[in-house]
């Protein structure tokens, strides 16, 4: 079964909002991902994180993996336009395995 | 664009009937795989396949069964379609060796009536 909790499942914002969404599970991973999947489309990777703790970018894209191994956030600064979609976390259980879990989805609603 | 072509992009079917969805890739990558996507279950994976006629089952395999018969190809089998199978399959591949994420087809838009 699902083991990622993403949220929040949707968000409505205003452009030029900051958006902040996690991912949280009672498992440890050893990997988070983050994808964004446009309309049509398949999941795109954004960010990939490998270590406890490791904080990356991406232009306006941070995310993190989380200090316990078992939550990860994706920030979006000064939103605009194109970031709207449906963004998924994603991570693997054991060290070197080439499956993912995957959380259910957020769906970002930007008003112009 | 990474190589990964899904066919056909949407089918309609009814429903007992057998349907094939093909996932083909040029990247000789070893690991292929096929998830569904339905609204609130995020993606979920059917089945995937860590080379040539090697697969194995993931957390929704009921009613599914893939070949893969050679390194490029993929092929995700309905036998009989039911209407609970209609969704939005995605195949993705991902390199031998590391872990650098998967590479997403474009999906194909399965309808069963």
């Known amino acids: 079964g699902q083991q990622l909790n993403q949220s929040p499942q949707s968000m409505f914002i205003q452009e030029g909002e900051d958006v902040s969404m996690n991912c949280t599970s009672s498992s440890i991973f050893n990997t988070w991902l983050w994808y964004k999947q446009d309309p049509g489309e398949g999941p795109v990777l954004l960010i990939a994180?490998?270590?406890?703790?490791e904080l990356t970018s991406n232009g306006r894209l941070t995310a993190q993996f989380g200090i316990t191994r078992k939550d990860s956030f994706l920030n979006i600064s000064a939103s605009i336009p194109s970031d709207v979609g449906i963004y998924f976390c994603a991570g693997t259980l054991i060290q070197g395995a080439q499956k993912l879990v995957f959380g259910q989805g957020t769906r970002l609603t930007i008003n112009p | 664009d990474a190589g990964i072509t899904q066919s056909p992009r949407h089918k309609v079917t009814e429903t007992g009937t057998p349907v094939t969805l093909r996932c083909h890739q040029t990247e000789n990558h070893r690991y292929m795989y096929w998830y569904r996507q339905d609204p609130g279950h995020g993606l979920r994976l059917i089945h995937y396949?860590?080379?040539?006629?090697?697969?194995d089952k993931g957390e929704v395999s009921d009613g599914y069964s893939v070949s893969r018969s050679k390194t490029e190809d993929f092929l995700l089998t309905l036998e009989s379609a039911t209407s609970s199978q209609t969704s939005v399959y995605f195949c993705a591949i991902s390199e031998s060796t590391g872990f650098y994420g998967y590479t997403f087809g474009s999906g194909t838009r399965l309808t069963v009536v």
């Open positions: 396949s860590y080379g040539v006629k090697d697969t």
């Open positions: 994180l490998y270590k406890a703790g």
